[in-house]
């Protein structure tokens, strides 16, 4: 099973600033099979990313993922109010498919 | 509108049995292979269980195999998950989900579509 790790486990940030998220994977992510999901509390995940760096549907593109291998990235080039949440990567290259444990990113 | 709406949680003691159902529409459901998927409170995520789009092939975490049974039925375009011998661990909110992709009966288990959740509680 591939184990996710995602760091740092909080962000204390402003709005207006850049974010990056790491996520490290315990073996290779095979053909770059790696999501980002961003929650917010009382709601199921919302899908951001796909495939590494493909944007989902309606997603904003100030958000952006890259990587390959065993470590990847989740940017936020510029903070809004509405994304303050927790954010999930997950793998789904290999069976089980398996999430990180979350990064929350809040209002400093 | 496409949405994913489940119903059935509710408040069970250890070894009981409980049954969520999964209402889809504003898709073809019948295409895709579905999967349920739960979460702790406050915790990570976890894939319990996965269907093929035909209903013939299942996936099951280690975690819930030969307890949970996942089925559905495409003429009315819904899933379900029955729950048996149900223990405190089982605890959680449970999302039905579609994968972002599914071809020629393959799918990308990343999920571009979740329901509301509907929460598990098994406790005495």
């Known amino acids: 099973e591939i184990v996710l790790t995602q760091s740092p486990g909080t962000l204390s940030l402003s709005p207006g600033e850049r974010v990056t998220l790491s996520c490290r994977a315990s073996?290779?992510?095979?053909?770059?099979?790696l999501a980002w999901y961003q929650q917010k509390p009382g709601q199921a995940p919302r899908l951001l990313i796909y495939?590494?760096?493909s944007r989902a549907t309606g997603i904003p593109d100030r958000f952006s993922g890259s990587g390959s291998g065993t470590d990847f990235t989740l940017t936020i080039s510029r903070l809004e109010p509405e994304d303050f949440a927790v954010y999930f990567c997950?793998?789904?290259?290999?069976?089980?498919?398996?999430f990180g444990q979350g990064t929350k990113v809040e209002i400093k | 509108e496409v949405q994913l709406l489940e119903s059935g949680g509710g408040l069970v003691q250890p070894g009981g049995s409980l049954r969520l159902s999964c209402a889809a529409s504003?898709?073809?459901?019948?295409?895709?292979?579905m999967a349920w998927v739960r979460q702790v409170p406050g915790k990570g995520l976890e894939r319990v269980s996965t269907?093929?789009?035909?209903?013939?092939?299942?996936y099951y975490a280690d975690s819930v195999k030969g307890r949970f049974t996942i089925t559905r039925d495409n003429s009315k375009n819904t899933l379900d998950l029955q729950m048996n011998s149900l223990r405190a661990e089982d605890t959680a909110v449970y999302y039905c989900?579609?994968?972002?992709?599914?071809?020629?009966?393959?799918?990308?288990?990343?999920?571009?579509?979740w329901g509301r959740g509907t929460l598990v509680t098994v406790s005495s």
């Open positions: 989900a579609k994968p972002g992709s599914c071809s020629g009966g393959t799918c990308s288990w990343f999920f571009d579509l």
């Open positions: 504003g898709f073809t459901f019948s295409s895709y292979g």
């Open positions: 269907i093929s789009g035909s209903g013939d092939r299942t």
């Open positions: 073996q290779s992510v095979r053909i770059s099979y």
């Open positions: 495939g590494a760096s």
């Open positions: 997950q793998q789904y290259g290999s069976s089980p498919v398996t």
